[in-house]
């Protein structure tokens, strides 16, 4: 199985702040690489797919980046909204897995 | 655009099943694939496996191998997932999530999502 890392697992910032997260696979995924977006007692929501694609309705101050083995997610101003833990998911074999999470909290 | 409508919260005891639905509409079915993913509490997120109703054939993570059932009924745009010998560490919130219809893993990115199914196995 491709395992998922990601870094940092907590952050705190301040509303306007760049925010970068970085996800790492066991092994190199190309570009199918997914990021989402959870907020409390709700399902994930797509923020980012195949790396570096927008999903529809996604604010443009999220952003993708990264092939191979190593991805990135940049938030260039963090919103009230934001606030969030956020998981990076590689599609490129089964099973699928998530990284464990990074939660971006008020500073 | 798919919105996916899952059933309510469930309490089982251990060594029981537990089938959970998920019901697709605003979407031609058929189209999709349909992942499950669960979440204990406090916990990540965790691929069950998944199905493309189109050819009701299934794919599972190893780890539920022999434990769990995915199927779709296109008559009614609705998949299940069923979870057997039910224990106390798969209490969690159950999730159904669509995937576009491709012939490779790459597409494999879930949105929609359902809103989750809380099981809790409890003696």
């Known amino acids: 199985d491709i395992q998922m890392t990601q870094s940092p697992s907590s952050l705190s910032a301040s509303v306007g702040d760049r925010v970068t997260i970085t996800c790492r696979a066991s092994?190199?995924?190309?570009?199918?690489l997914n990021w989402y977006q959870q907020k409390p007692g709700k399902a994930p929501k797509l923020l980012i797919y195949?790396?570096?694609s927008l999903q529809s309705g996604v604010p443009s101050r999220f952003s993708g980046g990264g092939s191979g083995a190593e991805f990135t997610l940049t938030i260039s101003s963090l919103q009230p909204e934001d606030f969030a833990t956020y998981y990076c998911?590689?599609?490129?074999?089964?099973?699928?897995?998530f990284g464990p999470g990074t939660k971006v909290g008020i500073k | 655009q798919v919105q996916l409508v899952q059933s309510g919260a469930e309490v089982r005891k251990p060594g029981s099943s537990v089938k959970v639905s998920c019901k697709a509409s605003?979407?031609?079915?058929?189209?999709?694939?349909i992942s499950w993913v669960r979440q204990a509490p406090g916990q990540g997120l965790e691929w069950m496996g998944g199905i493309i109703p189109i050819f009701g054939t299934a794919n599972y993570a190893q780890k539920f191998q022999g434990r769990v059932t995915i199927t779709a009924d296109e008559s009614t745009s609705t998949a299940y997932m069923e979870l057997s010998s039910l224990r106390s560490e798969d209490t969690a919130v159950y999730l159904c999530?669509?995937?576009?219809?491709?012939?490779?893993?790459?597409?494999?990115?879930?949105?929609?999502w359902g809103q989750g199914t809380l099981v809790t196995v409890s003696s």
């Open positions: 999530a669509s995937s576009p219809y491709c012939n490779s893993t790459s597409c494999y990115w879930f949105d929609p």
């Open positions: 998911q590689q599609s490129d074999s089964t099973p699928f897995t």
């Open positions: 092994q190199s995924i190309t570009t199918y």
């Open positions: 605003g979407g031609t079915f058929s189209r999709y694939t």
């Open positions: 195949g790396a570096s």
